[in-house]
C-alpha cells in the first residue's frame, strides 16, 4: 500500500515530524520519490511498529538504530532480552488501608514514618495508599516485637541508601562487564537468546548472593550485640541480691 507521509503518520499514530526525525536517526528507509512527494509503503508501517515496539521494552532508539543496521537478533531473542532485564525485581504490590487501621497497626504517626520510606506518598491522605503492602506487613511484625516504629524506619532509611548502592554496583559491574562488549562487539557473540538467559540467570545469582551476605552479616552482628547483651543481664543478675528464706526481710 503506498501512502503519504502524512497518511503514514496516521496509521502509525505519529506525528509527520517524529517520522522525520527517525529518518534523519536512521531508524527508517528514506521514501521513494515522486517528483517532490515522498512515498511510503508497508515495509514503513512494519519497521515503525518494529521500533515502537523495542523502545516501548526499554531500548534506546540509538541502540535499535545499531541493532536494524546490524541485522542481528529476531523479534523473540530480542524480547526476551528486554523481559529479562527490565523486568522487576520486587514483585511486591499496592494495598489501601484507613487511617485509622494503619495507626492500629502501627501506632500514632505511622502514615508521616512510612512517607520517610517512600511507602507512602500521601501521608495526610485517608484512606492511605501503601506502595508495598509485604512491607507494611514486616514492619508490623516487627514493630509488633516491641521494635520502635520511629527507630526501625530510622535505621532503614539509611540502610537503604546503601541498598541503592549496591544495586548500582553490580548493575555497573553487568554494564561494563558483559553488556557494554556485547555491544562492542557489533552484537556478534553470545547470541542473543544466550544472552537474555545469562541475564535471567544473573538476577537470581544476584538476589541470592545479597541475600546469603545479608544473613551472614546479621550472625556476625548477633553475636557481637547479643555477647553484649547478654553480658549486662549477668552483671544485673549479679547486683540482686537474693532472698533469705525466700522471703525479704523485715525489720521491727
Not at 503518520?9 to 515522486?34: C, D, H, K
Request: hydrophobic share 40%; with cysteine; net charge negative.
Amino acid at each position: 500500500m503506498e501512502m503519504t507521509i502524512d497518511q503514514l503518520a496516521q496509521s502509525v499514530s505519529m506525528s509527520s515530524r517524529n517520522i522525520r526525525e527517525w529518518q534523519r536517526q536512521g531508524l527508517l528507509p528514506p521514501p521513494t520519490r515522486r517528483g517532490r512527494v515522498g512515498i511510503y509503503s508497508d515495509e514503513h508501517v512494519a519497521r515503525i511498529r518494529r521500533v515502537q515496539q523495542l523502545h516501548s521494552d526499554g531500548f534506546p532508539l540509538d541502540l535499535i538504530r545499531r541493532m536494524i543496521d546490524t541485522g542481528i537478533g529476531n523479534e523473540s531473542d530480542i524480547r526476551h532480552l528486554a523481559a529479562e532485564v527490565l523486568a522487576p525485581f520486587s514483585t511486591a504490590g499496592p494495598t489501601t488501608v484507613s487511617r485509622a487501621q494503619l495507626e492500629n497497626r502501627l501506632g500514632a504517626g505511622a502514615a508521616a514514618q512510612l512517607a520517610k520510606l517512600g511507602l507512602i506518598a500521601d501521608a495526610d491522605g485517608d484512606p492511605v495508599s501503601v506502595c508495598d503492602a509485604e512491607a507494611l506487613n514486616l514492619i508490623e511484625g516487627l514493630t509488633g516485637m516491641g521494635v520502635s516504629l520511629e527507630r526501625l524506619v530510622a535505621t532503614l532509611v539509611d540502610v537503604r541508601g546503601h541498598q541503592r548502592c549496591i544495586a548500582d554496583g553490580v548493575l555497573r559491574a553487568y554494564a561494563e562487564d558483559v553488556w557494554e562488549p556485547f555491544v562492542s562487539s557489533k552484537f556478534a557473540a553470545p547470541e542473543w537468546g544466550s544472552l537474555a538467559d545469562h541475564a535471567g540467570r544473573g538476577r537470581r545469582l544476584v538476589s541470592a548472593l545479597l541475600t546469603h551476605l545479608q544473613q551472614a552479616a546479621f550472625d556476625d552482628a548477633a553475636a557481637s550485640v547479643m555477647l553484649s547483651e547478654v553480658g549486662q543481664a549477668e552483671r544485673a543478675l549479679d547486683g540482686i541480691k537474693p532472698l533469705q528464706g525466700g522471703r525479704p526481710d523485715h525489720h521491727d
